[in-house]
DNA sequence: TATGAATGAGTGTTCATTCAT
DNA sequence: TATGAATGAACACTCATTCAT
């Protein structure tokens, strides 16, 4: 799915977009407007969204300032389609890696390598999301508070799968946000040239996670040593 | 270590450099000031650094906007001290409670409940330190980074005693920095009604974070079943 | 006379003057023309000439913005037709009603009426008319000012007409404008649910303006005891 | 009462007015507001209020566009302003005109020459009044509509004093609109070149309007011969 | 010590209008 | 006949900051 198709799924509802009859998407406009929004992601990431002026977002995209406006509502209305792309994007991915796996283990690797593949390749995109969590209001920011919390369902899913198959006993709720801790912080702090690439990078934090909630969550054995 | 204290250090070099050494502080002075940051640490939190206008401060703070900048030199020095204070105070917390830990785990333990501890007593704080991570430019951005590298190093320390200890193998970099992402996430989703304290949190963390790595790091034993 | 009948005679000299005498005109065409008009009246009412944008119009017609100019020069065209419009239909309308009146009074009491009851029915009309007065500029603005003096005209004849009948003695001007005065502010005050309707009106009005004039105008007789 | 006065008055909610304690009125600063609102009236009067814009208003005074906002919360506060004061000043000296008169008669002319006398000197005021009519929203809005509903009521007071001595049967209201009307369009014709001044045309108004109540409005004698 | 006054530069957004199709 | 795309100029308003007092 491209940014212009969800771009254009959701221009939908704004002015008079007639949409001819045939509907044969007119590909030139759809990249137009997803090369807006891909400039305004990365602008958004460079200077966060309150930071970053429609006059930036005219000069890197190359439209007039009013043209901008001839195809978004608003600044707003960029944050959110970008947003919502974003995690319409990753959530469909996953969801497709999901189908072939049945291991539980498994299926949470899926989900790691997914997510950490996805916004090593968008580390603009990352920040946007993490960043301007709280900037949409009203009807705009509960449709991607409630696409966020499917996210989150979904691992959280996936985590009790696990619980299930091994018997364990932990609290999913501060797993998942343990996870989610671990693996949106990349932004921070990866650097393509000294750090591991998205596959080798899911395998370590795999281990990592996996290994601390199996055997944190282990219903103690009567001869375990020590607390740890 | 007040804010108030920190806030008249770094004051020192700036303006009509009236505060001679020798001077007796004016505590009611300090706690003023102290007072500014603890409300422009707030708002900042709330609107971010580049949502909120020095009026809102001035609002905030029932200081005149003129009254503002006769003590701040500017907005981002603002945000400098309180990022200042921050990083200094979390550091300064953890090495007394360091001093008295010789166990690897538990030195470790001591760093997540300390970090932990302060950031959900001050998550305004917590979100100003990490959303705000790049905005300081040139020296003062520079004095906040080492600070934050001293931070880092102190953590790695930790964990390379810890490897040293059990023999383990493993990334250090990807270690603290996965323990800094599941810390750091917790101010966009802990809810005191509903979460855990810090107490609690940091045991549990700590026991994921511990198990993982310690595990996921043991050397290979022969007759090691699977993979996990 | 429609409104689309005016409407398309002032469109002539407009563009490609496609439209040849010969021509049968098309009605449906005009009658769209004249639903424009319509509505752009209703929004100038609204919303003032100024404030109101042909974003606006175009929204309150369905027809498009480019499509808007493809029939009309400008906004300034469209206040143009309107208030042409308005103010030939009730000219023209009072010619014809005056045609069978001979006494003085009752020739005053039919302009009167004309005109209350004209816009009583077309209150936006009215308010367009007198709030926009000076906006036209150029040829547009004299040509109705050139139809606004014709109007007042007819009023100043029919009035030095009722003076030569009854032997007074006035300012005419001064007569006309208050005349006026008094039926055009109608607008900011009527209420069609608790005010009289425009015969009503109209008699009310009549009376009192023209026992104000005659009472007021006539010579002192020798024995009138004092002024009033 | 100065424009100055009411300007101050209504500046006390603004801001952190501090308003020194000895209340010494600070003339200097009074009048470079007092300024700024006849400025804005004479523009409001000349491009309308949605047509004049603050760049005009910051050109017209020589105040920069960011002082004008330090002194007036926006563009409706200024209309606020010179409506309120405008509306104030015409009803507190028309209170004084009438204390020393008791003649019914008397006291409606002294209404109509207070009005044009004031108007025929502040002809930019008295078309901010009446065409900016509506645009004022929710309190100020409301607070200006009641004090018109005063000066409305005072003059219906006076209308009913006069049918009370007269025994005449007329409807107040109209006549009061009708009156209303009269003397408020004269901002649309008044020449002070060749149409007369504020007393003289008082004189004239008050002999049309009255006459033409009186006879109006007086019971029919037997002998009448015709409807007029 | 503390503030009211003042501002140049910038904000997001809307304007009337043009033009290729 | 009719419209989507596009824009330069303007809009009301806010910004961080300075300065005289």
Redesign the interface.
Known sequence: MSLAAIETQSQEPVK?GRKSASEVPDTRFDRRLADVLTHASRIFWE??Y??ASMRDLSRATGMSLAGLYHYFESKEELLYLIQKHTFTTIIERLRQRLEDATDP?ERIRIFIHNHLEYFLANKEAMKVL??E?ETLKNGRGAEIAAIKRDYYRICLGLLEELGRAQGLQF?G???V??L???????Y??HNPRI??DANS?AR??G??????????AKPKRKNSKRK?
């Open positions: 008079n200077k966060g309150e930071g283990e993490t960043h969590d609290s709720r501060l797993a946000l343990s989610f801790g671990m693996v949106n912080w990349i921070t702090w750090d591991a990078l370590q934090m281990d990592l996670f996996l290994h601390g909630v199996i055997h944190a740890l």
